[in-house]
């Protein structure tokens, strides 16, 4: 029985991928280890929420499918969700394209509808469940068929976390400080924030309604730099 690896550095819903558990073919890792992928020798690798460049060691020797959160060629590079939602786009594509040594840049096997609403973890549930769905749908195909890129490229570099400051947003309307603050609000990453004097207030679960925003904050202690 020939094997499918996939890879991410996180389970953002684990009951996502408990189809692993019944199927024997499909393995998953959450990091890259040469010597495993050897020994395993898949017939397809996919990277779901990989942000890290992937060793032409491994791409080079396997099919390596890798998932994309915007329409390629549009939105390369880091942060997709963030830059798309701050460009006012709350439906795009998840793409899946073969790993190369353009970043972003390899050709396309398929394409899916996915909706930029909410806060950015559910956000990344839904789309851990738009590319599992994928991965099962190509899996199943005898041959894959890629297609190049078209349209006109652009490219975002990934977001720092001071940008996540709310000094970015002091004099915008309320729906885009809404937006700023959900598109932040997940697990591991910086979510939006203000200081005071020496405590840094982080905000999370913010609800647009009747031109209020109200949600939660954590103060806590500014680490010193």
Known sequence: MSKILIISKKKWDKSN???CKNRKEFIFLNKININTINKIKPRIIFFIFWSKKISKKVFSKFLC???????????????????????????????AFKVSNLIDGGDICMKSNIF??????DIYKNIEKKAVKMIKKISKKKKIFFKKQEGTSSFYKRRKPFQSNMSNVINKKLNKIYDFIRMLD??????AYFTLGNKKVELSDVILKNQFITGKF????????
């Not at 499918?65 to 594509?93: A, C, V, Y």
């Open 116 to 121: 930029l609403n909410g806060k950015a973890e």
């Open 17 to 19: 991928y408990d189809f």
């Open 65 to 95: 499918i890798q998932f994309h959160s915007s329409d390629l060629p549009k939105f390369k590079g880091g942060s997709p969700i963030q830059n798309q939602i701050l460009n006012e786009i709350n439906r795009t594509k998840l793409t």
């Open 186 to 191: 997940a697990e591991t990453y910086p979510r």
């Open 218 to 225: 954590i103060i806590k202690r500014n680490k010193k730099k």
